[in-house]
C-alpha cells in the first residue's frame, strides 16, 4: 500500500473526528442567530464533550453489557463511515473496503446497536425511542440507497470515490434524475440526523423525542461517544451530500499542494450546508409521527423517480 | 473421488441409527445425549465429504434398489455438493443443539423422534443425490413424511395437529405438480433419468410449462407467495431443532429442485421466467417481512422471516434467469452466486435463531413474544450467539447476510445492460422493493431480538430461567462461529460457488475473482464495486479498542448504577416497556392495506373494558377458503348419489356398464 495514500486517508478522518462537534456547533449557532438568540458559540459541543469525559458514568442497576458496548461500536462505526466517505481527496485506501451500499450497511449497524441498547434498560422511553427511530430507519434507509442508486448507474460504480471522480469531471449542466436524488437525499438527512421536522434535537419533552429518547440512560463517558458519534453522523451525511452533488474542488489523494484548498473549499461548503440547515429548521415545524412515513415515502418515490429518469432519459 | 460412496454411507448411517435408537432402552437423557451427538458427527462427515465435490467432476452410482427395471439413479455433481454441504454444516450445529435440547421432557417418545430426525436428514440426502424422477419422488416424499411427524412430535394439541395437516395438504399439492413437471420433462420417451430428461429438446411453449410447474411444486415446499401458508403455522408447533432443519435445510431442497429443473434439465430460458419468479419472489419478500413485523409469537416471527428470506433467493433466480436468457452469461454466473450465499447464509443463521427460540422456551415456557424479556443477564450465552444471528440476518456488514445482500443489490445495479426496455425500467422498482426488503428485516429483528432478551423480564417466572446447557451451546457457538466466517470471507465463498455457475449458467467469475485480493470482494469489475469486510471487522475492533484505551487512559473508568431514570415517576415497570404488539403498531400502520385486522375496540362505558384485534393473512380469505367451500360444494354435489341403499349402487354399476358397452362398440 503507497504510504502517501494512508497518509491522506488518516489526515481525512481525525480532520473529520476533530471538526465533526465543530459543525454541530456552527448549525446550532445559526440556528440562534436566526431566532435571534446570541446563542452559547461554535465551540460549545468541545466543551460539553469535555465536560462529559470527567464525569462519573452513571447506569441503569439492571444495564447489561451490550448498554456498554453500544457507544464504542457506535463511535468506531462513526468513524469508518466518515473514513470512507471522500471529504477532501479521493482515491483513499478505505474505500476499497466499502462502497455506498456497504457505508448503509454500516450507518444500519450503528443504529442497530443503538436501538438494542436503548431497549436493554427497559423504560417506556427507551423502547419508545428504538421504536421510533427503527421505524424513521426503515423507511429512509431504502430511499438513501435508492439516491446512491442514480449516481452509480451514471457512472457505472457504487465506489464513492469512482463516483466522485466522475460527477467532479463531467459537464456542468442540471441533470434532472440527481435533482430528484438530491431532494430525496436532503429529506432522508434530515430524517437521520433527527432533525427538525422529523425529530427536534433540542427537545426536552421525552415523549416527543426520537433520538433523545434513546439516549436517556446514557451519562458521561457513554454519552459524550454517542454524542460525537451523531456529530460524525452529521459530518458523514453533509460530506455524502457533498460528495454527491456538489464535488468540485477535491483534491486527488497524494496531492499534497492541493490539500489545502481542497479543506478550505470543504469548511466553505459545510459552513454554507450547515447554515442552509439551520434555515431550513428555523423555518419548518416538528411534524407528528405518523406523518413521518408520507415524509420518507415521498422521499422514496423521488429517489425512485431519479433512476427512473436516468434510465429512460439518460439524463 | 469417493465422496458419493462416503455421503451415501452416512445416509445409511443415519437410517441405522435411528433403528438402533429404536431398539436400545436406555434414559431419556443418555438417549439424546449418545444418538443426536453420533448424528452430528455423520453431519459434519458430509459436510467434509461434500466439500471437495464443489469443484469435481460428477459422479455417478447406479443402485440397483426399487422397482424391477427401476434402478436408483444417484449423481453428485457441484450443484448437489453445495446443497449437501450446506445441510452438513447446518445439520451439525442442530444436532448438537437437539442432543442437548430432547434431553428433557415434553413431546413425544425420544426414540421415536430420534428415527424420524435422522430418516429427515437421510432423505434429504437422497433428494439432493436423486438422478432420476422415480428416486427423487420416494426421497422427496419420505422427506415430507419425516417432517410431518416431526412436526406433530406433540400431537396432544389440537392446533399442532391441524398444522401438521395443512403442511401434508400443502406438500401433497405441491408434490402432484413435481410429478407432472416430470411427466413433461420426460416427452413422451418414458424415461424418467434426468440423463434422459436432459437430452430432450422441448418446445418454448412445453419448457413453460414445465418451468411454471417447477415453480409452483418445489414452490409449495420452499413458501412462494400462494403456497406459504403452511410455513407460519408448521414452524411454531414443531419442535425448534426440527424448526431449524425444515426452515434452515429443507427450504433450500425445494431451491435445489427449482434450480435442478430450471437451469439442468430444461434446456433453454426464457425471459419471461425470470420477470414471473422476480416478481414472485419480491412479492413474498414484502409480504412476509410485512407479516414478521406484527408477530407476537416468536417462532411464528422467525417463520414469516423465513418466507421473506426465501422471497429474495427466489428475486436472485429471477434475475439469473433474466441475464441467462439475455445470454449475459456472466452476469448470470454472478447473480447465481449472490443466490446460492444467501441460501447458504440463510441456512446458517436461521436455524442459529430457532435453535436460541428453542432454548429460551426450555428456560422459560414461553413462547410468547409478551412474556418474554431480560433474558441477556440470565442467559448471557444464548443471548450472545442470538445477537450474532440477529445481526446477521439483519444484513449487516462484515456477517454473511449482509454479504450475499450485497451481491445481490449489485446485481441489480448491473442489469440496466438488458437489451429489452420495459425489463430495464422494471428494475428500479425491483431495487426498491429489494432495499425495503432489507431494511424493514432490520426492524423486525430489532423487535426479536430486544423484546426477548433485552429490558425488564414480562413475566415474574423469568427470574428462574437459566442458560443453555454445554451441547446447546456448542450447537448455537458452531452456527454462529459460520455467520462470522462467511461473512469476513466472501471471496472464498464465491470461489467455491463458481463451478456451479460454470455448470448450470456456462461462465466463470473466476477473472472477477482474480483481480482482486482475497480481502476484496468485487461485483465483476474493481472499478465497479468493492467490498472488504475483513477491514470492517478490523477497523472497528480497532477503533473500539483505541477509543477504550484512550478514554480511560486520560479519562477514568468510574462508573456507579443507580435508578433509571422515570420522569420522576416512580412507577415504572416491566409492563410499560414496547409489547411485541406495540413494537410492531407502527408497521401494522402504515401497511394495514396488506393485513386483515379485526379490531374491538370497547364503548367509554363498558364495566370490563376489553380491547382485542386480531391479524391475519387476507390470502386465507381470498384463496383458500373459497377453494375449501368450492369444494365442499362439489362434494355435496357428489354425495347426491350416496343413498346408502344397496340396490342403488347396483342399478349405478349397471349403468355404467352399459354406458362401457355402447362406448366401446
Known amino acids: 500500500m503507497n504510504w502517501g495514500y494512508l497518509a491522506s486517508q488518516l489526515f481525512q478522518t481525525a480532520l473529520a473526528i476533530a471538526t465533526a462537534p465543530l459543525l454541530l456547533g456552527w448549525v446550532s449557532q445559526c440556528r440562534a442567530w436566526l431566532q435571534n438568540r446570541s446563542g ?31 457507544p464504542y461500536v457506535v463511535f468506531a462505526c462513526m468513524v469508518l463511515a466518515v473514513s470512507i466517505v471522500p471529504l477532501v481527496a479521493t482515491d483513499l485506501p478505505f474505500a476499497l473496503a466499502a462502497d455506498v451500499i456497504a457505508l448503509v450497511g454500516l450507518l444500519a449497524l450503528a443504529r442497530v446497536f443503538m436501538a438494542l441498547a436503548a431497549m436493554d434498560v427497559g423504560t417506556a422511553f427507551g423502547s419508545l425511542g428504538a421504536r421510533r427511530e427503527m421505524l424513521i430507519a426503515c423507511l429512509a434507509e431504502p430511499a ?62 421525552e415523549l416527543t423525542m426520537v433520538h433523545e429518547a434513546m439516549l436517556l440512560e446514557y451519562s458521561a463517558r457513554h454519552l459524550a461517544l454517542m454524542e460525537w458519534a451523531h456529530a460524525l453522523k452529521l459530518m458523514t451525511y453533509a460530506a455524502i451530500g457533498i460528495a454527491l452533488f456538489a464535488p468540485w474542488g477535491i483534491a486527488a489523494a497524494g496531492e499534497w499542494l492541493m490539500f489545502p484548498l481542497a479543506v478550505g473549499v470543504l469548511a466553505a461548503k459545510l459552513a454554507l450546508g450547515g447554515a442552509g440547515l439551520a434555515l431550513l429548521e428555523t423555518v419548518s415545524a416538528k411534524m407528528r409521527i405518523f406523518r413521518v412515513p408520507e415524509f420518507l415515502g415521498m422521499a422514496f418515490m423521488l429517489a425512485v423517480l431519479g433512476m427512473l429518469t436516468w434510465i429512460l432519459v439518460q439524463a | ?147 410431518y411427524f416431526l412436526v406433530t412430535t406433540d400431537h396432544r394439541h389440537a392446533e399442532i395437529r391441524s398444522a401438521g395437516l395443512l403442511y401434508l395438504v400443502v406438500a401433497h399439492i405441491g408434490a402432484v405438480a413435481i410429478l407432472l413437471c416430470f411427466g413433461v420433462l420426460q416427452l413422451g420417451t418414458w424415461d424418467y433419468t434426468f440423463a434422459a430428461m436432459r437430452d430432450n429438446a422441448l418446445s418454448p411453449g412445453w419448457a413453460g410449462v414445465a418451468f411454471l410447474l417447477a ?17 407460519p403455522e408448521a414452524h411454531p408447533a414443531a419442535p425448534s431443532p426440527v424448526s431449524a432443519l425444515m426452515s434452515g435445510v429443507m427450504l433450500k431442497t425445494a431451491i435445489y429442485g427449482l434450480l435442478r429443473v430450471s437451469f439442468d434439465l430444461l434446456h433453454l430460458q426464457i425471459w419471461w421466467w425470470g420477470v414471473v419468479a422476480l416478481s414472485v419472489g419480491l412479492l413474498t419478500a414484502f409480504y412476509g417481512v410485512a407479516f414478521a413485523a406484527v408477530q407476537t409469537d416468536m417462532k411464528r416471527l422467525l417463520a414469516w422471516s423465513s418466507i421473506e428470506n426465501i422471497g429474495i433467493v427466489l428475486a436472485g433466480i429471477g434475475l439469473t434467469l433474466t441475464f441467462h436468457a439475455y445470454d449475459m452469461s ?38 410468547s413474544l409478551g412474556k418474554l424479556g431480560g433474558l441477556i443477564r440470565r442467559m448471557p450465552w444464548v443471548a450472545a450467539m442470538a445477537l450474532i444471528g440477529t445481526l446477521a440476518i439483519a444484513g449487516l456488514p462484515p456477517l454473511n447476510g449482509f454479504a450475499s445482500e450485497w451481491m445481490l443489490l449489485q446485481a441489480f445495479l448491473l442489469t440496466p445492460g438488458l437489451p429489452n426496455s420495459y425489463l430495464n425500467m422494471f428494475v428500479p422498482v425491483a431495487t426498491a422493493a429489494v432495499a425495503l426488503v432489507v431494511a424493514l428485516a432490520g426492524y423486525v429483528m430489532v423487535k426479536f431480538y430486544g423484546v426477548v432478551f433485552l429490558g425488564l423480564p414480562r413475566e415474574e417466572s423469568l427470574a428462574e430461567a437459566h ?34 455457475a460454470q455448470m448450470l449458467v456456462g461462465a466463470t467469475l473466476r477473472n472477477m475473482l482474480g483481480q482482486s485480493s482475497w480481502i476484496f470482494l468485487t461485483a465483476i469489475q474493481p472499478e465497479h464495486a468493492s467490498y472488504g469486510p475483513m477491514v470492517f471487522l478490523l477497523v472497528i475492533v480497532g ?123
Not at chain 2, 8 to 36: N, Q
Not at chain 2, 215 to 231: D, M, R, S, T, Y
Not at chain 2, 476 to 486: D, H, N, Q, R, Y
Not at chain 2, 604 to 621: G, H, I, M, T, V
Request: proline share 5%; glycine share 6%.
Open chain 1, 144 to 205: 438513501l440507497l435508492m439516491v446512491f442508486f442514480t449516481p452509480a448507474l451514471i457512472s457505472q460504480s457504487t465506489e464513492l470515490t469512482v463516483i466522485v471522480d466522475q460527477l467532479a469531471h463531467r459537464e456542468l449542466r442540471l441533470y434532472p434524475s440527481m435533482a430528484f436524488a438530491a431532494v430525496a437525499f436532503l429529506m432522508v438527512l434530515l430524517a437521520e440526523n433527527a432533525r427538525i421536522p422529523v425529530d427536534n434535537p433540542t427537545t426536552h419533552l
Open chain 2, 330 to 367: 456472466l452476469l448470470s454466473a454472478f447473480a447465481l452466486a449472490a443466490t446460492l450465499y444467501h441460501c447458504l447464509n440463510h441456512a446458517l443463521f436461521k436455524s442459529l435463531l430457532f435453535l436460541a427460540t428453542g432454548s429460551v422456551m426450555h428456560a422459560t415456557r414461553q413462547r
Open chain 1, 40 to 70: 452559547p458559540g461554535v465551540l460549545q459541543p468541545y466543551r460539553v464533550l469535555f465536560k462529559l469525559l470527567q464525569k462519573d458514568a452513571v447506569i441503569a442497576h439492571n444495564a447489561s453489557w451490550l448498554f456498554r458496548l453500544a
Open chain 2, 543 to 665: 477503533v473500539m479498542a483505541a477509543t477504550f484505551l484512550v478514554v480511560r487512559r486520560f479519562y477514568h473508568g468510574r462508573m456507579r448504577r443507580s435508578a433509571p431514570w422515570d420522569c420522576g415517576f416512580l412507577g415504572l415497570n416491566a409492563r410499560m416497556q414496547d409489547s411485541a404488539e406495540g413494537f410492531g403498531q407502527p408497521i401494522k400502520q402504515i401497511f394495514e392495506p396488506f393485513f386483515r385486522i379485526e379490531r374491538h375496540h370497547p364503548s367509554p362505558f363498558d364495566r370490563a373494558p376489553r380491547y382485542a384485534s386480531k391479524l391475519e393473512d387476507n390470502l386465507w380469505y381470498w384463496l383458500y377458503l373459497p377453494i375449501v367451500r368450492l369444494a365442499e360444494r362439489l362434494a355435496g354435489l357428489v354425495a347426491v348419489l350416496h343413498h346408502g341403499r344397496i340396490a342403488l349402487y347396483l342399478v349405478y354399476s349397471f349403468v355404467t356398464l352399459l354406458l362401457l358397452l355402447v362406448l366401446m362398440t
Open chain 2, 467 to 500: 442458560d443453555a446447557g454445554a451441547f446447546e451451546r456448542l450447537g448455537l457457538g458452531w452456527l454462529a462461529l459460520w455467520c462470522v466466517v462467511l461473512g469476513v470471507t466472501p471471496v472464498f465463498v464465491v470461489a467455491a460457488l463458481d463451478p456451479i
Open chain 2, 1 to 147: 473421488m469417493l465422496s458419493l460412496q462416503i455421503i451415501l454411507a452416512v445416509a445409511i448411517y443415519w437410517i441405522a441409527l435411528g433403528v438402533a435408537g429404536l431398539a436400545l432402552r436406555c434414559t431419556r437423557e443418555a438417549h439424546a445425549r449418545l444418538f443426536f451427538s453420533l448424528g452430528a458427527a455423520g453431519s459434519l462427515v458430509l459436510a467434509v465429504a461434500a466439500f471437495p465435490a464443489l469443484s469435481d467432476w460428477p459422479q455417478t452410482l447406479v443402485l440397483p434398489l426399487g422397482l424391477p427395471d427401476l434402478p436408483f439413479h444417484l449423481r453428485l455433481d457441484p450443484l448437489s455438493a453445495f446443497f449437501l454441504l450446506l445441510l452438513g454444516a447446518a445439520s451439525t450445529g442442530v444436532s448438537l443443539h437437539s442432543a442437548g435440547y430432547f434431553q428433557k421432557g415434553g413431546g413425544g417418545d425420544i426414540r421415536l423422534v430420534c428415527l424420524q430426525y435422522h430418516v429427515f436428514l437421510a432423505a434429504m440426502v437422497m433428494v439432493l443425490l436423486a438422478d432420476d424422477g422415480y428416486l427423487f419422488m420416494v426421497a422427496w416424499e419420505s422427506m415430507a413424511l419425516a417432517s
Open chain 2, 215 to 231: 415453480l409452483f411444486g418445489f414452490g409449495a415446499k420452499a413458501g412462494f407467495l400462494p403456497v406459504h401458508v403452511w410455513l
